[in-house]
């Protein structure tokens, strides 16, 4: 199975701050990757599919990129409706898998 | 408007069968794959398995091929999760989710299913 290396596993920054999370691949898996957000109690959401496009009708404060291995996912203004728990994916090869997950808190 | 609409919560003893849905609708069930993913609590997501209902093409992820099966009944539009006997390490919120067209992603995901293992 490809591991997906997520990291930080938590962070704490402010309104308006720069967010970055990423996710290391196991292996070489191009551009195969999707970010998700999960509120508490909620399904997740798709923000990102295939390393770095926007999903329908998601902020475009959101974005991603990287390939190969390294992936990338950002948030260029920290709002407070984006406190949540954050997933980067890889479904380049079966089975596919996610990374432990980012939560994110406001300071 | 596209939804997945899954079954309710249950509570059930470890050795029990259990068998839960996720319905589509507004969109042609037949054509894009329905996942099928876990969330223990306080844990992250693991997937599962994935089926297509236009021909019940079904994969397995290894770490659950055997403690479940994944099927469909694409006349009601509605694919199933289901065990035969439950064990307490079942405990976990399941998530279905439509992979999007062109496989971009998990676009729609149901709600989640709260399945308690407990005697």
């Known amino acids: 199975d490809i591991q997906m290396i997520q990291s930080p596993s938590s962070l704490s920054a402010s309104v308006g701050d720069r967010v970055t999370i990423t996710c290391q691949a196991s292996?070489?898996?191009?551009?195969?990757v999707d970010w998700y957000q999960q509120k508490p109690g909620k399904a997740p959401n798709l923000l990102i599919y295939?390393?770095?496009n926007l999903a329908t009708g998601v902020p475009s404060r959101f974005s991603g990129g990287g390939s190969g291995t390294d992936f990338s996912f950002t948030i260029t203004t920290l709002q407070p409706e984006d406190i949540a728990t954050y997933y980067c994916?890889?479904?380049?090869?079966?089975?596919?898998?996610f990374g432990g997950g980012t939560k994110v808190e406001i300071k | 408007e596209v939804q997945l609409v899954q079954s309710g919560a249950e509570v059930k003893k470890p050795g029990k069968s259990l068998k839960i849905s996720c319905k589509g609708s507004?969109?042609?069930?037949?054509?894009?794959?329905i996942n099928w993913l876990r969330q223990r609590p306080g844990e992250g997501l693991e997937w599962m398995g994935i089926?297509?209902?236009?021909?019940?093409?079904?994969t397995y992820n290894p770490s659950f091929q055997g403690q479940v099966t994944i099927s469909v009944d694409k006349s009601i539009g509605t694919a199933y999760l289901q065990w035969s006997s439950l064990k307490a390490s079942d405990t976990a919120i399941y998530f279905c989710?439509?992979?999007?067209?062109?496989?971009?992603?998990?676009?729609?995901w149901g709600q989640g299913t709260t399945v308690t293992v407990s005697s």
């Open positions: 989710a439509r992979t999007g067209p062109g496989g971009y992603g998990m676009d729609v």
């Open positions: 507004g969109y042609i069930f037949t054509n894009f794959w």
């Open positions: 089926i297509y209902p236009g021909d019940s093409d079904t």
């Open positions: 292996q070489d898996i191009s551009n195969s």
């Open positions: 295939d390393a770095s």
């Open positions: 994916q890889q479904n380049g090869n079966l089975p596919f898998t």
